[in-house]
């Protein structure tokens, strides 16, 4: 019963550095999304995937890029990591299809980045 | 455009009941609800359509006025394991979540 896999769970990162954060997710689902959550605040979507090959912006795309060569995997990559990208970031998945807007999201257990 | 949520926090004693809610300035074909333990990743609840229907999930309830693009989450008779990051989602073709409302249940 796995779910959607998040990894790594932690990570610190110098200023500059690039790095990719995993999602893997085995329900077959269509739908997958990035969010990051900072201290205390909602959750932000960064880029979403509607299917394989298929990939869009959300709210706060800047700083990062997707990818969705498969249906199970959906890697966020950071390119010229900065202090403000510091925060947990979440992956979630759902079956979205023909009515996408009334399925739940599953979330992974997140990665929290630290960029010093 | 993200929902607004209200109250950002609340306190309750167990057995007392709340209301978070949830609008939003664009128009709605669904709103969901999740909530977050603290250092945990957030958990779905439920999620309420076009209808003004209400749904249930143990002591809490939810409605959703579509017209009003407003919906209200109901927890009654609070328990401790209530405690926690309340979130409302709006969704068109992306998700856009609302900044939560801090949920304490106290003995």
């Known amino acids: 019963n796995a779910g959607v896999t998040q990894t790594p769970k932690f990570r610190i990162l110098k200023i500059g550095q690039s790095m990719t954060l995993q999602c893997t997710q085995d329900?077959?689902?269509?739908?997958m999304y990035w969010y990051r959550q900072d201290p205390g605040m909602g959750l932000k979507l960064i880029y979403y995937?509607?299917?394989?090959?298929?990939?869009d912006k959300g709210e706060v795309p800047n700083g990062y890029n997707v990818s969705r060569s498969t249906t199970e995997d959906f890697p966020l990559r950071l390119e010229l990591a900065a202090p403000s990208q510091t925060s947990v970031y979440f992956c979630?998945?759902?079956?979205?299809?023909?009515?996408?807007?009334?399925?739940?999201?599953?979330f992974g257990d997140g990665t929290r980045l630290s960029i010093l | 455009q993200q929902p607004v949520q209200s109250p950002q926090a609340v306190i309750l004693r167990e057995g007392e009941d709340a209301v978070i809610n949830c609008s939003s300035s664009?128009?709605?074909?669904?709103v969901h609800w999740y909530r977050q333990k603290h250092g945990e990743a957030p958990v779905f609840l439920m999620i309420?359509?076009?209808?003004?229907e209400q749904k249930g999930h143990e002591k809490i309830s939810a409605s959703f006025n579509e017209k009003k693009q407003q919906s209200s989450l109901y927890l009654t008779a609070s328990q401790l394991s209530y405690s926690g990051t309340y979130f409302c989602?709006?969704?068109?073709?992306?998700?856009?979540f609302g900044a939560g409302t801090r949920l304490t249940v106290k003995p």
């Open positions: 664009k128009a709605l074909y669904s």
């Open positions: 309420l359509l076009k209808g003004g």
């Open positions: 989602g709006t969704e068109n073709n992306d998700m856009r």
């Open positions: 329900m077959n689902h269509n739908y």
């Open positions: 995937s509607v299917g394989a090959g298929i990939t």
């Open positions: 979630a998945s759902s079956r979205g299809g023909g009515q996408a807007y009334n399925q739940p999201q599953h």
